[in-house]
């Protein structure tokens, strides 16, 4: 039954996820520990902390959501439910928009969409930090990284890693 919940939980943030994965991140949070309570805050922040270093697409932190619950099946039923609803309504939609190339609310319907992701994108930004700012070093080392991301182009991987490992020493 539990890969029932996974698959369908997966769908819907599959084909929810407008404008990237980051953009379901707090739906994701907010089925998995507050709904389903299958993770704890703790789990989700760990789970997704090691999405945002690991080589690849950062989403594919939702296969080990799925192997932490239901080992190499719950991987598997949550890599389909997840990556292949979004993979095939791109295919379509992405096909049907070419065929539309000269349709005059072609562009509106582009600039009406941006704003809706990067709104998407700035709660999912929001939830991780929701959970991850707990106390004032971590609103310091969140500051900081923010000042380095605005300041020069650094890789957030190597921002996350340093950041990690400054909070673990000093506390």
């Given at each position: ?28 949070q907010h089925m998995t520990v507050d709904t389903f309570h299958w993770l704890t805050d703790a789990q989700f922040r760990s789970i997704y902390s090691i999405g945002q270093v690991a080589p690849g697409p950062n989403m ?112």
């Amino acid at each position: 039954m539990r890969l029932v919940h996974l698959f369908l939980v997966f769908t819907l943030l599959s084909v929810l996820a407008v404008g990237g994965g980051t953009a379901v991140l707090p739906e994701m949070q907010h089925m998995t520990v507050d709904t389903f309570h299958w993770l704890t805050d703790a789990q989700f922040r760990s789970i997704y902390s090691i999405g945002q270093v690991a080589p690849g697409p950062n989403m594919l932190m939702v296969l080990l959501i799925g192997y932490h619950l239901a080992g190499w099946s719950g991987m598997t039923v949550v890599g389909l439910a997840f990556f292949l609803p979004d993979c095939l309504l791109t295919l379509f939609v992405n096909r049907w928009w070419v065929h539309l190339g000269s349709w005059p609310w072609r562009v509106s319907i582009q600039r009406g969409l941006a704003p809706v992701a990067i709104g998407l994108m700035l709660s999912g930004t929001y939830a991780i930090a929701k959970l991850s700012i707990i106390d004032p070093l971590t609103v310091l080392i969140g500051l900081v990284v923010f000042a380095i991301l605005l300041w020069r182009h650094v890789n957030p991987g190597i921002l996350v890693l340093i950041g990690g490992t400054v909070y673990m020493v000093l506390m």
